[in-house]
């Protein structure tokens, strides 16, 4: 089974400061995909990157990046010029296959809150 | 024009009693999932189906049986229920793999057994 770990529990940062994720995992695979949901207090899921394992270029969506390091298997994500609505648990998953096998492990979670 | 739907939003039920949580999706999927978030927020995959076909089961007690009448539908029927099946549950729905396999959530359903 796959392990993904998110050793921050929470994590704090000023309103437009840049602020850092950790995320690792441990699989065997050669291809799979990773990926960062954001759960606001509506605990909504939604979708923030995604990252496929055989693309070497990391992902961006407008301020969020991701520095994806497949020999380390480490896949953190970054939250540049924060806002307040960036405020939410924001989980790492992991998924080995695509189609209707492609169940997402997720990592603990971590507790963003953006100060103003 | 939501894409997710599930019914309730809220459950509070007594232990012993038997609920259903039911999940619709109009995004024309093929795949839908039920995962359940635990009170430590842990969110953990419990099945998934594909038109209408079983694909995944977990390792979830067998008081929980999910149904899909069909590829837009997929509910959750729990018998029994007991005092650490209070979670929130999810409905997710994915699209025919055609590279990144993204999952679309619903609001989730907070399940209160007392």
């Known amino acids: 089974a796959q392990t993904v770990t998110q050793s921050q529990p929470e994590m704090s940062v000023q309103e437009a400061e840049t602020v850092t994720l950790s995320c690792t995992y441990d699989?065997?695979?050669?291809?799979?995909?990773l990926f960062w949901y954001k759960q606001p207090p509506s605990r909504q899921m939604i979708l923030v990157i995604r990252q496929e394992a055989y693309k070497q270029q990391n992902a961006t969506e407008n301020r969020f990046s991701v520095n994806f390091q497949k020999a380390a298997k480490s896949f953190s994500l970054k939250i540049s010029d924060s806002q307040l609505g960036d405020t939410a648990m924001y989980f790492c998953a992991f998924m080995k296959h695509e189609g209707p096998r492609g169940k997402l492990s997720f990592g603990a979670g971590t507790t963003v809150t953006v100060r103003a | 024009d939501t894409a997710v739907s599930q019914t309730p939003k809220y459950l509070v039920t007594q232990m012993g009693n038997d609920k259903s949580i039911k999940c619709e999706q109009n995004?024309?999927?093929?795949?839908m999932y039920w995962y359940k978030q635990d009170s430590k927020k842990f969110l953990k995959i419990m099945f998934s189906?594909?038109?209408?076909?079983?694909?995944i089961n977990e390792t979830v007690p067998n008081r929980f049986s999910p149904k899909s009448p069909d590829k837009a539908h997929l509910n959750l029927h729990i018998n029994s229920l007991e005092l650490g099946d209070s979670a929130v549950y999810f409905c997710a729905s994915s699209p025919p793999a055609r590279g990144v396999n993204e999952q679309f959530f619903g609001p989730g359903t907070r399940l209160t057994v007392l």
């Open positions: 189906y594909n038109n209408k076909e079983l694909i």
């Open positions: 699989t065997s695979e050669s291809n799979y995909y």
């Open positions: 995004l024309g999927h093929d795949t």
